[in-house]
């Protein structure tokens, strides 16, 4: 694998070799390197209401594949396991149900407690020193933010590093009361690497040529970016005060005409906020040049929905993903190994290269 190098100095620095875009080596290191370590979004803890709910899903299908499960025991405690028997490997939950006092392997009935405890197991009384941690089912670290629910793999950095700037900035929204709609939610496919989408989401560079609806409703020259640890914040400002956010005088932006808040989470999370709600979009990286993307809406204010800058998302993905297929067409060309960056524009696609070459080395 080539090294991947991006100067801290962006007005001198290139852009990440092409070759992180078209080795399936550097999207299998990536797997470790990247997204195992990194805190990722499970859904809504509306996936679990009641005590005793069992929903197995995976995390990050087709590429991640790793089999979890979100359980809610009689104390009501959400716990995130790992829904690997610990006896032989089979799956423990096969699907979602309801009013479980227990889990239970369906080869040869081993049992834990909701909590991913071991309890019992048929035929096993001559084996030494049985059982033992390892017999419990690993259970995942679970961050929650309103109804939001997150885990990471390979918890090497606390959850803060990656959400508290967005929580700070946001104290005033009441996320708890958001509302998971699958109804509105939508799964887009496209023929391109997972991190070409990325950096075309973390600039607005790109919003007058490529999306003439959303450039009507944003200032473009009011477009501003801000950089955090292991996050991103661009900020639509819009041209007048019809379609944006009534901010509290609490808010550090009471005052001005925010028509959505875009925060990308490193490496694959978007949080798109808006005043009738929320599009989470995760990335899902499916091969080198196949990416797949969730759209994922949460409620607030229905009445709002689908005016301003959080209308038309779906001819804005359209028009996105036309413009990233091609780039990754593009970039397979002999003539092409590194691009430079604008210095007022696309800092956030900067930042995110260097979180990758730090990642990655």
Not at 16 to 34: C, G, M, P, R, V
Not at 49 to 66: A, H, I, S
Not at 148 to 165: A, I
Request: glycine share 4%; charged share 25%.
């Amino acid at each position: 694998m080539k090294s991947l190098y991006v100067d801290a100095n962006i007005a001198k620095a290139k852009t990440i070799d092409t070759d992180f875009y078209t080795s399936s080596e550097h999207l299998a290191a990536a797997k470790e390197k990247i997204f195992a370590p990194a805190w990722q979004f499970i859904g809504s803890k509306e996936m679990v209401k009641f005590n005793g709910d069992v929903v197995p899903f995976t995390l990050l299908q087709d590429y991640m594949n790793e089999p979890l499960l979100l359980t809610k025991d009689k104390e009501g405690t959400i716990h995130c396991l790992s829904n690997v028997c610990t006896h032989r490997g089979n799956l423990v939950a096969y699907k979602a149900c309801s009013k479980a006092q227990t889990l239970r392997c369906k080869y040869h009935g081993r049992l834990f407690e909701l909590s991913g405890k071991f309890i019992s197991m048929p035929e096993f009384k001559e084996v030494i020193d049985f059982p033992c941690e390892e017999d419990h089912l690993p259970s995942l670290p679970l961050f929650e933010w309103g109804n939001l629910l997150f885990t990471s793999l390979q918890p090497v950095q606390k959850s803060h590093l990656y959400f508290q700037e967005m929580m700070e900035r946001l104290h005033w929204l009441p996320i708890h009361e958001f509302t998971h709609r699958p109804d509105l939610s939508k799964t887009f496919e496209m023929d391109a690497n997972w991190a070409l989408y990325c950096e075309n989401y973390l600039e607005g560079f790109h919003i007058p040529f490529v999306h003439a609806s959303l450039n009507a409703a944003l200032s473009f020259g009011d477009y501003t970016t801000e950089l955090y640890p292991r996050s991103v914040l661009q900020i639509g400002v819009g041209k007048n005060e019809e379609d944006c956010f009534d901010l509290p005088e609490s808010s550090e932006d009471y005052g001005t005409h925010v028509a959505a808040y875009y925060y990308w989470v490193y490496p694959n999370m978007m949080f798109n906020f808006y005043p009738w709600g929320l599009s989470v979009n995760i990335v899902n990286p499916v091969s080198v040049n196949k990416t797949r993307v969730e759209f994922i809406v949460f409620m607030w204010k229905e009445d709002k929905y689908d005016k301003g800058a959080g209308s038309d998302l779906d001819k804005v993905e359209v028009e996105d993903e036309e413009i990233v297929e091609n780039v990754q067409k593009g970039i397979v060309s002999r003539f092409y190994k590194h691009g430079r960056y604008s210095v007022t524009r696309e800092t956030g696609t900067h930042h995110f290269h260097r979180m990758i070459a730090e990642s990655m080395k």
